[in-house]
């Protein structure tokens, strides 16, 4: 089997990867493969930002993975999307601009990761953006990933915005600012009417680069291990199992929950569970694949028929998104350049909570089953999520075929506080929806939500529609007790020349949306990286 031989080996074309790749190609004399198991960004739908609509009902670009079954959502499989295309799931996602909590980075560092602290991580940020408002002591100018306000929004987020202040919550116009707390429009990775991924920010401008070779199609399903170390991946690609080398590291994007089963196919995690799958321990490392979680969310409908402005299923929608469609094609303005989450807010659940630990995201269309369903008609819906849950589940191996999808359990709702927070949040959310600005457009509740009344109805409702708002993290946790995978420079305790570097490293998820994050970890990796190898040289 022939192989070739590069500097560095990322593996996994999403956020992380797509950061690392531009980071660490800048390097003329520097080397670099990036492997991404989909296919190229190419779909109209990806980079249309309403056409995350789409997206979700089709599938496209798309791993849609599944947990197994949630005893704390009444036995029920949550859904997982996951994006495989270049970009990963800043191709697919919701776009939103949110990095968490000041707070957040600083628990990082006290866990004893030095250099995670607010104030380390918040140059990464500044770099990575381009924000339109401009630059100040929270945002940056000039980097690759451009931010923006939405051009086009839809009147009614406006409303909810109101609606938020009218409840008592102060509006909030920068929630990457001086404090997060309060309900506003959120800001959106978008440039001139499109979807700015990762890969549009960082991959694309210089795919040119003769350094950079990038691998689509490409499916990892080993890492080359020799004396514990890392040298090298195995591939599927075009049909063929291939080899490439890496003379220096194997940098590890493939996210939370491939990342770890990725390390398992290669020997390299919980003992046991990899003799019972029949792999061949080549470093025990228990941690791997623990530590999962993620942001469970609820969602109320609210139907409000009138409200024909809304992404909706009837004759005025379909009308209102042809024009839609023309106007997008050859403007890139109008109604299609939303994306559909337009506005939320950051609130506590009660006052004695010392930061939010609940997030809002208001949606301008009734949202069921995660988009995947149609529903007729229009109306209005609203996410909440706990910030900060406490449950922890696992990635474990389904059996050694790479092809077999991972066992993800995130065991959500598995600790009592989380279903007492998502009560709370539940009334507060319908506290905000029941507002006089937005009453008197005539919604009513969707019937589904709307008989839960009691606490213990509230908790029944939660049980049987709760799922994920799309940010697992930590099953690779980055620290350094028995159960850290990887120390503070994102390197695999007790193994060279491999790293991890995507949402897995996070030791407790961030308050807020993780892309950001997600592009923060990987700009602060290619330094590190890069200081790595000038130390050696």
């Not at 190229?40 to 995350?52: Q, R, T, W, Y």
């Not at 007492?420 to 319908?430: L, P, S, V």
Request: hydrophobic residues 40%.
């Amino acid at each position: 089997m022939t192989s070739h031989t590069f500097d560095y080996l990322i593996v996994g074309g999403g956020s992380a990867g797509c950061v690392l790749a531009a980071r660490l190609s800048e390097d003329p004399s520097i080397n670099v493969a990036l492997l991404e198991a989909g296919g190229p960004d190419d779909s109209v739908f990806i980079h249309c930002p309403a056409g995350l609509a789409v997206l979700a009902q089709t599938g496209q670009a798309n791993w849609k993975l599944n947990t197994v079954p949630q005893p704390g959502l009444n036995g029920r499989k949550g859904y997982q999307p996951r994006g495989k295309t270049l970009g990963g799931s800043s191709s697919i996602n919701a776009m939103i601009y949110i990095r968490g909590q000041r707070e957040d980075y600083d628990h990082w560092a006290a866990l004893g990761n030095a250099g995670w602290s607010y104030n380390d991580v918040l140059p990464y940020f500044i770099k990575a953006e381009d924000n339109a408002r401009g630059a100040d002591a929270y945002h940056g100018q000039g980097g690759p990933l451009h931010v923006m306000n939405l051009t086009s929004p839809t009147p009614l987020s406006s409303v909810f915005v109101e609606a938020g202040r009218q409840a008592g919550f102060a509006v909030n116009s920068d929630f990457n600012g001086i404090g997060q707390e309060g309900v506003g429009m959120y800001q959106v990775t978008h440039k001139n009417g499109e979807r700015f991924s990762a890969a549009k920010g960082y991959l694309k401008p210089n795919m040119g680069r003769p350094n950079l070779h990038v691998y689509t199609g490409a499916l990892t399903t080993q890492i080359l291990m020799e004396h514990k170390r890392a040298v090298g991946v195995e591939f599927v690609h075009q049909g063929q199992t291939k080899q490439l080398r890496a003379s220096r590291e194997v940098l590890l994007c493939a996210g939370a929950f491939q990342s770890p089963q990725l390390l398992m196919l290669s020997g390299i995690g919980p003992k046991q569970h990899l003799m019972d799958k029949g792999i061949a321990v080549v470093h025990e490392l228990s941690g791997v694949g623990e530590n999962l979680h993620d942001h469970i969310d609820v969602v109320q409908v609210v139907n409000a028929p009138k409200l024909t402005e809304t992404f909706g299923v009837s004759l005025a929608g379909t009308w209102a998104a042809i024009k839609g469609i023309f106007e997008w094609r050859k403007k890139r303005t109008g109604m299609l350049t939303s994306n559909i989450a337009e506005a939320g807010g950051f609130v506590k659940s009660q006052p004695v909570e010392k930061r939010p630990d609940i997030q809002f995201h208001f949606v301008v269309g009734k949202l069921v089953n995660h988009g995947r369903t149609p529903v007729l008609g229009h109306g209005y819906s609203c996410h909440v999520c706990l910030l900060r849950p406490l449950s922890r589940g696992s990635v474990k191996l389904a059996s050694k075929d790479p092809f077999d999808t991972p066992l993800i359990d995130l065991n959500f709702l598995g600790e009592r506080d989380d279903m007492d927070r998502m009560i709370r949040a539940f009334k507060i959310m319908r506290n905000v929806l029941q507002q006089p600005v937005l009453a008197r457009l005539g919604g009513k509740e969707a019937p589904r939500s709307a008989s839960a009344n009691s606490d213990i109805e509230i908790e029944q409702f939660i049980r049987n529609y709760a799922d994920t708002v799309y940010h697992p993290v930590g099953s690779c946790r980055m620290g350094n007790g028995p159960m850290d995978v990887v120390d503070a420079q994102l390197r695999v305790h007790g193994l060279q020349g491999l790293r991890v570097v995507d949402a897995s490293i996070m030791p407790e998820v961030v308050s807020g949306n993780t892309n950001a994050p997600v592009i923060m970890i990987a700009e602060k990796a290619a330094d590190m990286i890069k200081a790595a190898q000038q130390a050696v040289s």
